[in-house]
Every structure is written in structure tokens, then in C-alpha cells.
């Protein structure tokens, strides 16, 4: 593992940055009732491409008790429905290096509570993390602002430390006081802090609805495949290597029927894995927020997701 990191990472790190942060804000204005997710998640990931950057996920548009993995279907005729609580959780890449995001837009201000308490413990994390500071501690931090509010945390969500083209880079950055995680935070690393709160028990469970799918290269097992399902996987692979994907990025070049058979294939050969919605178990509302940070070598501290 690298402990550092060039001038020129930090470049890609924090455009990429300002990229999301720029779509996030605009995009705040769109999420009314009535608004069609389809049209939201294309406004969002066209912008990426406007302002120079690559979508590192299918933009997660999650209303409710959905916590998290929520992408518009190609026929998605869903809208924000009056009084949701709408987490729009967006990744932007730049030469595989890549910035995380999330906002709450609550249209029920009885929620605003929940938003704040989130908002808040991202805040006092990011103000405590530095080189050396444990893991552990930030999900203190993060658990205790959320109850103080009266809410909990969501267990089983976390942050998580970021690489070049790897969302998920191997250390979870924990939303309670979780001593079983030892690790700290290191110089020339990137991280997202992700605090969720629910006003439910505090756990997700996964749902039927699979919208997000990403690819595991093995030559050995494709080559077994048909003809068809092979082009399918290569062409998504030329695009998105591992990284998160939807459908809805490939229908114009095949019958949304053929992906979704290929798919299945796929993953049951392990050559691809599906990442299913979250849901609170009772059915709690979730909010989020997110940002993106990277210590660098020299101890400085930069959150790339913030519109400076
Ligand atoms: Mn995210
Ligand atoms: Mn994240």
C-alpha cells in the first residue's frame, strides 16, 4: 500500500471533488414532488461529464426508509413522492481517482431534526480526523452527536477509505464506537466519512430491487461463456473496469432483456456482483451526508467534496 501521494493526485482528488460538489448543489433545486428520478440521475450524470469528470457509481437516488444502492431503472417512471426525505449520494472519478458525496434534501420539515443531526456529526468528525486519530473514535464521535439528536446511527453502514479506480479500499471507517476496528488515518489517504441516522432501530437489510451491478474480471471464467454474454462483459469492462455500473448506461447498444440475462449469468459464474437496495429494517426514515477527504503527506487536510 502507498503511503503517499503527488501533487498530481491531489490534483484529480480535488477536482473531482469540486466536480460532485458542484452537481450536488445544482441539483438540490430538482428534487421536488413530482420530479422524475430518471431525469434527475441523467441531469447528474450528464453534468459529470460536462464539467470534465466520470461518474465513479450509478448516482444512488434513495427516498425514505431506502438508506443506500437505489439507481433509476432505463424505464424508471418513479417520482419524488410529496414529503420524502431524498438522499442523492454522488461519485465523480477523474483519472480513477475519485470523490464520494451525499446530501439529504428533506421536503417534510418534520425531518429537518434528523437531516441536522446527521449534517452535524459529519461536521465534528471531519473537524477530529488527522494522522493517528483511530477509526474508532470518528464513530464515536458519530454516534454520540446522532443520540444526543435522539436518533440512531445505522450500524452496519460506514465510511470508508478510498484508492485509485476502488471505491471500497479494504478500511471501514465505522458509524459508532466499533473497537473491533483498530485501524487510524494515514498520510496520503483518502477517505469518506459517511454518518447515516434513522429514527428506526438503526440497521439495513437488503431489499429485492437490484439497480447497481459491478463486474470481477476472470478470463478463465468467461471464456466458458456464450458469445454473448462475453461482448456484454467486455464492453461494460472497457468502460467501467471494476467500478459500479446501471443498466441504463448500455441500453442504446443492447435490449435491456439481453443485460439483464447476462447479468444473471454473470453473476452466477462470480463473474459479477449485484448490489441490492438497503432498507431500514423497521422501516425508519434515513438520512445521510458525505464527504470526501484526503490527508496528505505534509498532514494537511483537504475535503475535496466542498465548492470552495
Ligand atoms: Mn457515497
Ligand atoms: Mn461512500
Redesign the pocket.
Known amino acids: 500500500m502507498r503511503d503517499l501521494i503527488s501533487d498530481n493526485e491531489i490534483e484529480n482528488y480535488v477536482k473531482a471533488g469540486r466536480i460532485a460538489c458542484t452537481v450536488l448543489k445544482e441539483v438540490e433545486s430538482l428534487v421536488k414532488p413530482g420530479a422524475k428520478l430518471l431525469e434527475i440521475a441523467k441531469y447528474i450524470e450528464s453534468r459529470i461529464h460536462d464539467l470534465g469528470g466520470k461518474p465513479a457509481f450509478p448516482v444512488?437516488i434513495s427516498i425514505n426508509s431506502v438508506a443506500a444502492h437505489y439507481t433509476p431503472i432505463p424505464s424508471d417512471e418513479s417520482i419524488i413522492p410529496s414529503g420524502a426525505v431524498v438522499k442523492i449520494?454522488v461519485?465523480v472519478h477523474v483519472d480513477g481517482y475519485i470523490a464520494?458525496?451525499?446530501t439529504t434534501i428533506s421536503l417534510d420539515d418534520s425531518y429537518r431534526l434528523l437531516c441536522k443531526a446527521t449534517k452535524s456529526a459529519l461536521e465534528k468528525a471531519l473537524e477530529a480526523i488527522g494522522p493517528g486519530i483511530r477509526f474508532s473514535e470518528i464513530g464515536n464521535i458519530v454516534e454520540q452527536i446522532i443520540k444526543s439528536y435522539g436518533f440512531s446511527p445505522i450500524y452496519n453502514l460506514s465510511g470508508h477509505s478510498l484508492d485509485r479506480y476502488i471505491i471500497h479500499a479494504g478500511e471501514v471507517i465505522p458509524n459508532h464506537r466499533d473497537r473491533l476496528i483498530l485501524g487510524s488515518f494515514k498520510s496520503g489517504k483518502a477517505y469518506?466519512i459517511?454518518p447515516f441516522a434513522t429514527n428506526g432501530r438503526g440497521y439495513v437489510k437488503e431489499g429485492n430491487d437490484i439497480t447497481i451491478f459491478a463486474l470481477k474480471p476472470n478470463p478463465k471464467k468467461l471464456s466458458k461463456l456464450s458469445h454473448e454474454v462475453r461482448e456484454i462483459f467486455e464492453r461494460i469492462y472497457e468502460d467501467r473496469k471494476t467500478l459500479p455500473f446501471t443498466l441504463r448506461w448500455y441500453v442504446k447498444e443492447f435490449s435491456i432483456e439481453k443485460l439483464r440475462s447476462a447479468m444473471r449469468v454473470l453473476i452466477d459464474n462470480g463473474l459479477a456482483i449485484a448490489y441490492p437496495i438497503l432498507i431500514e429494517i423497521n422501516g425508519g426514515i434515513v438520512a445521510q451526508y458525505?464527504h470526501t477527504i484526503i490527508l496528505t503527506s505534509r498532514g494537511e487536510k483537504i475535503v475535496t467534496t466542498l465548492c470552495y
Request: charged residues 45%; glycine residues 12%; proline residues 0%.
Open positions: 444512488n449520494d461519485g464520494d458525496t451525499a469518506a459517511e458525505e
